[in-house]
């Protein structure tokens, strides 16, 4: 069975950083692409970062370049997303998804989701 499990949400200050997981099982992260979303009260899910299935390939939305990092451990089977600088704006649930083909920002043309982990950046 094919699930994605987040980890590492909480609520911190805005300059803060945190560190997101994303634990697969039923694959390995060498298969599909994996992409962070996040989706804020009344917004629509937006991409954050994507990257691919070899590992030597990473994107990420203007918003947040410069002060995130995606990355994999492959021997830990696990995916993060490392939050630096956090901003208000950045609050919403962040989901991780698989998919087999390229990155995309489309999250309908992701096959499989996590249930989400929440982050909050407030003062």
């Known amino acids: 069975q094919v699930q994605l499990v987040e980890s590492g949400g909480g609520l911190v200050q805005p300059g803060s950083s945190l560190r997101l997981s994303c634990t697969p099982s039923g694959f390995t992260l060498d298969g599909p692409a994996i992409g962070w979303f996040r989706q804020a009260p009344g917004k629509e899910r937006e991409g954050v970062s994507c990257?691919?299935?070899?590992?030597?390939?990473?994107a990420y939305a203007d918003s947040v370049k410069g002060r995130f990092t995606i990355s994999r451990d492959n021997a830990k089977n696990t995916l993060y997303l490392q939050m630096n600088s956090l901003k208000p704006e950045d609050t919403g649930v962040y989901y991780c998804?698989?998919?087999?083909?390229?990155?995309?920002?489309?999250?309908?043309?992701?096959?499989?989701w996590g249930q989400g982990t929440q982050v909050t950046v407030s003062s």
């Open positions: 998804a698989a998919r087999w083909g390229v990155c995309s920002w489309h999250s309908v043309r992701y096959d499989y």
């Open positions: 990257i691919s299935s070899s590992g030597g390939g990473t």
